[in-house]
Nanobody
Framework: VQLQASGGGLVQAGESLTLSCSTS????????VGWFRRVPGKVREFVAA????????YYATSVRGRSTISRDNAQNTVSLQMHSLKPEDTAVYFC??????????????????WGQGTLVTVSS
């Protein structure tokens, strides 16, 4: 399963950004799709995840209330809308996927498929 993350860029603090995760040659049906981020020198951390079939969602405390993860059946993509961005949101964002059941969608070890990452930079 090949994943492609897109939508990163440079924004000002307080602005919004939408990241997208797409796949080629597959559909996300019966998959769990998650977003993780990594700051250089730090451990990769969970951001959000969604179960495609029942649309259950999971959020990290750091982004809950400022982010929305959603699916688009027609486009076969998963989007992560992030609002009120902060400089500490600066990171490379990765999307990951694996077929259900995923034991814990918040843990990167449970995903086999990863995209290449997209850089989000939030300036103060």
């Amino acid at each position: 399963v090949q994943l492609q993350a897109s939508g990163g860029g440079l924004v000002q603090a307080g602005e919004s950004l939408t990241l997208s995760c797409s796949t080629s040659g597959h559909t996300f049906s019966s998959y769990v799709v998650g977003w993780f981020r990594r700051v250089p020198g730090k451990v990769r951390e969970f951001v959000a995840a969604i179960k495609w079939n029942d649309m259950s969602t999971y959020y990290a405390t750091s982004v809950r209330g400022r982010s929305t993860i959603s699916r688009d059946n027609a486009q076969n993509t998963v989007s992560l809308q992030m609002h009120s961005l902060k400089p500490e949101d600066t990171a490379v964002y990765f999307c990951a996927a694996d077929i259900e059941p995923v034991r814990d969608p918040r843990r990167s070890m449970h995903y086999r498929y990863w995209g290449q990452g997209t850089l989000v930079t939030v300036s103060s």
